[in-house]
T-cell receptor, first 113, second 111 residues
Framework: DGGITQSPKYLFRKEGQNVTLSCEQNLNHDAMYWYRQDPGQGLRLIYYSQIVNDFQKGDIAEGYSVSREKKESFPLTVTSAQKNPTAFYLC????????????FGSGTRLTVV | EDQVTQSPEALRLQEGESSSLNCSYTVSGLRGLFWYRQDPGKGPEFLFTLYSAGEEKEKERLKATLTKKESFLHITAPKPEDSATYLCAVQARGNNRKLIWGLGTSLAVNP
């Protein structure tokens, strides 16, 4: 079955460490997105990519980095520069333009300890 | 400024008690309006896309409608399994095709 897979589901990180969240899709979607979801706040866009080897900053890109070396994969690195990294992270994909909606993964909950 | 406002923030219904959720939007040219359902600890699940005023879409007990200023998600005779947070998002015309998200309505349906 086609879908989008995020791993791990739960992740714990010590302060000062970088950590990478995985996102893989087999939907043949061109575009991929990373969102952050915090209680009481709407989904906030971190980075997005509309084509391989190209990506753009979203609304809250500071302290994060991404790569898009393959169409299927869009990993997100949370760096030590991110001041408040504890959150629920969601990856999504869509056909180019996104007019038919996004398909989301099941999320990764990152906790800094 | 493009904006999406959902109301109410939370809604509690008895099983079988129909109601509606509202999504008001201001955007410089609507490309599409999206409804999603999100269960706790999971990613949003796509429900509907609406493109133009007057359009309606249905899926089981859910029906989404669209006007030039707002969208309604009507829930007919809800069941406890309809309990979830319902999210609305809009996409504006133009080169920037990012979605603008509302904060959601948390729906609880009591048996």
């Amino acid at each position: 079955d086609g879908g989008i897979t995020q791993s791990p589901k739960y992740l714990f990180r010590k302060e000062g460490q970088n950590v990478t969240l995985s996102c893989e899709q087999n939907l043949n979607h061109d575009a991929m997105y990373w969102y952050r979801q915090d209680p009481g706040q709407g989904l906030r866009l971190i980075y997005y990519s509309q084509i391989v080897n190209d990506f753009q900053k979203g609304d809250i890109a500071e302290g994060y980095s991404v790569s898009r070396e393959k169409k299927e994969s869009f990993p997100l690195t949370v760096t030590s520069a991110q001041k408040n990294p504890t959150a629920f992270y969601l990856c999504a994909s869509s056909m180019s333009g996104g007019e038919n909606g996004y398909t989301f993964g099941s999320g990764t909950r990152l906790t800094v300890v | 400024e493009d904006q999406v406002t959902q109301s109410p923030e939370a809604l509690r219904l008895q099983e079988g008690e129909s109601s509606s959720l509202n999504c008001s939007y201001t955007v410089s040219g609507l490309r599409g309006l999206f409804w999603y359902r999100q269960d706790p600890g999971k990613g949003p699940e796509f429900l509907f896309t609406l493109y133009s005023a007057g359009e309606e879409k249905e899926k089981e007990r859910l029906k989404a409608t669209l006007t030039k200023k707002e969208s309604f998600l009507h829930i007919t005779a809800p069941k406890p399994e309809d309990s979830a947070t319902y999210l609305c998002a809009v996409q504006a015309r133009g080169n920037n095709r990012k979605l603008i998200w509302g904060l959601g309505t948390s729906l609880a349906v009591n048996p």
